[in-house]
């Protein structure tokens, strides 16, 4: 099958709005849990029906947060199309729902957040390689990759001392919204073994293409911002 | 002179590249504007995210294109343009996968049966798309053929 963000894409942009909002649930699933919905849409194969309604109820639960995230935290990331990035993460989710595995039931909510997140990163990395005009072709193993970097930045990151992080913090409340995006872009990927951001090819096409920056520019952009922001933590570290 | 003091003893050492994507990781972090990767990090952005003016998303919306999606695999077989695209990708994916069998395609059976379908549903193939589906399965053709050849 192919891609279903393609397809998504397909269908947000020709779908025709809908006037006004109505919210919908499913009384007889109110009561089930996340990961009990995520085990429904699962099972779509065999009840189909249950498994639709199961994936509208996660819907109606979630997306408003998610939402949210999009807008308050990553507004430059996503702008007006934050919507429609919640809505493809569902819908992926719902192709998925098979390989979702919960290693906390008591804590199943964050557990299926936390999927769902990862799920709307990886379509975010997607969207950065499309417009970077490659076919949009993750490498086997990617997400392993991911995790496997992401547990190292947690490690370093945690030995930041809490001052250079607060000063970090208001360096990065003085810069504009596309200085920090790009600077947020790019932390995506710091590497701490190898001490430095790896991008990979097609992404950084992607975020150079989104600001209209050539490759060489967006490291010079990003080195500037480095050194602003060194000169002011050392000036503001106590 | 006082002041050369004063400043010597309070300006810290500036940050190596290492300490500052550390230190801008963790504020990234701290400030909820990475992914958040695991539940502990979904529990402390709940606790911080301010839900004041997010709008509510609309789930009739989602409803009517996730059925959509799962009914039709998110390609509406009644529009011509999206037969064309649906073509398209089927010529694609018969150019990618050349060197195998892929008259045995799921995947590619599936969407000839989309096109069947729409054809069957009604779905009115112009002219003009016709036209454009025939260069699409003569260039894909083509690509086989030089694939081929270069074997």
């Excluded at chain 1, 557990?111 to 417009?131: C, G, H, P, T």
């Excluded at chain 2, 550390?22 to 995210?49: C, I, Q, T, W, Y």
Aim: hydrophobic residues 35%.
């Amino acid at each position: 099958m192919f891609a279903m963000e393609d397809l998504a894409d397909d269908i947000l942009q020709e779908s025709v709005p809908v006037s006004g909002l109505i919210t919908r649930s499913h009384p007889e699933l109110e009561n089930d849990t996340d990961d009990g919905l995520v085990t429904y849409m699962a099972f779509q194969t065999t009840d189909e029906e249950m498994a639709l309604k199961a994936c509208e109820q996660l819907h109606s639960r979630h997306a408003r947060f998610m939402l949210g995230w999009c807008i308050k935290n990553r507004n430059e990331t996503f702008g007006e199309s934050a919507e429609d990035f919640v809505n493809k993460t569902f819908f992926k989710a719902f192709t998925e729902a098979d390989k979702f595995v919960c290693p906390d039931s008591a804590d199943g909510t964050n557990q299926v957040l936390a999927w769902l997140f990862r799920i709307m990163k990886n379509l975010y990395l997607d969207s950065r390689r499309a417009e970077g005009r490659r076919p949009v072709a993750r490498p086997n193993g990617e997400a392993a990759w991911l995790e496997e970097i992401e547990e190292r930045q947690r490690e370093s990151a945690e030995q930041v001392p809490t001052g250079t992080t607060a000063a970090m913090r208001a360096f990065l409340k003085t810069l504009s919204p596309k200085d920090k995006e790009i600077l947020t872009s790019t932390a995506e990927f710091w590497d701490p073994k190898k001490g430095e951001a790896v991008i990979d090819d097609d992404v950084r096409e992607g975020i150079c293409a989104e600001y209209g920056l050539t490759e060489s520019s967006l490291r010079v952009r990003r080195k500037r911002l480095k050194d602003r922001a060194k000169a002011f933590i050392q000036q503001n570290t106590k | 002179m006082e002041h050369m003091k004063t400043h010597n003893r309070e300006q810290p050492k500036e940050l190596s590249d290492a300490e500052f994507e550390a230190a801008l990781h963790a504020a990234l972090r701290d400030e909820g504007s990475l992914f958040p990767r695991n539940a502990e990090d979904v529990a402390s952005l709940k606790a911080s995210m301010d839900m004041n003016d997010v709008p509510t998303p609309d789930t009739q919306k989602f409803r009517q294109l996730l059925r959509q999606v799962a009914k039709n695999d998110g390609v509406p077989t009644n529009d011509p343009q999206n037969i064309r695209q649906l073509f398209r990708r089927t010529a694609e994916k018969i150019v990618n996968i050349f060197d195998t069998d892929w008259s045995g395609s799921s995947e590619v059976d599936a969407n000839l049966e989309k096109l069947a379908m729409a054809a069957r549903n009604g779905g009115e193939i112009t002219d003009e798309i016709r036209k454009r589906m025939e260069v699409d399965r003569a260039q894909a053709k083509e690509q086989i053929k030089k694939n081929n050849g270069a074997h």
